[in-house]
Nanobody
Framework: QVRLVESGGGLVQTGGSLKLSCTASERTFNKYAMGWFRRAPGKEREFVATVGRAGGNIHYGEFVQGRFDISRDTWATVYLEMNNLEPEDTAVYYC?????????????????WGQGTQVTVSS
């Protein structure tokens, strides 16, 4: 069972940037598609982005609007670079993995989850 650990969250001002990392307990490149999700206080979990097993097949949630970039290295880490952050981006951000390259939608089929990292954007 793959274990995922997120890092890189923190407090940032509106318009600022953060880069989140998610490191797995085993090699995930060419083995797992990886995704980022978030949950804001009082809201349901929201799809942020996903990247395929070999680094392609990238999808973003509609709210991203070109501000975020998902990438991965060739071993066990996936990144989420977030720019032009807004207070509405405040949430706990979770990393997830799924063994299938494709699922019913880009946001489904993830069966391994990290504990999350808090991102807070001040106005």
């Amino acid at each position: 069972q793959v274990r995922l650990v997120e890092s890189g969250g923190g407090l940032v001002q509106t318009g600022g940037s953060l880069k989140l990392s998610c490191t797995a307990s085993e090699r995930t490149f060419n083995k797992y598609a990886m995704g980022w999700f978030r949950r804001a206080p009082g809201k349901e979990r929201e799809f942020v982005a996903t990247v395929g097993r070999a680094g392609g097949n990238i999808h973003y949630g509609e709210f991203v609007q070109g501000r975020f970039d998902i990438s991965r290295d060739t071993w066990a880490t996936v990144y989420l670079e977030m720019n032009n952050l807004e207070p509405e981006d405040t949430a706990v951000y979770y990393c997830a993995a799924r063994s299938d390259e494709y699922s019913a939608t880009p946001a489904t089929g993830f069966n391994y989850w990290g504990q999350g990292t808090q991102v807070t954007v001040s106005s």
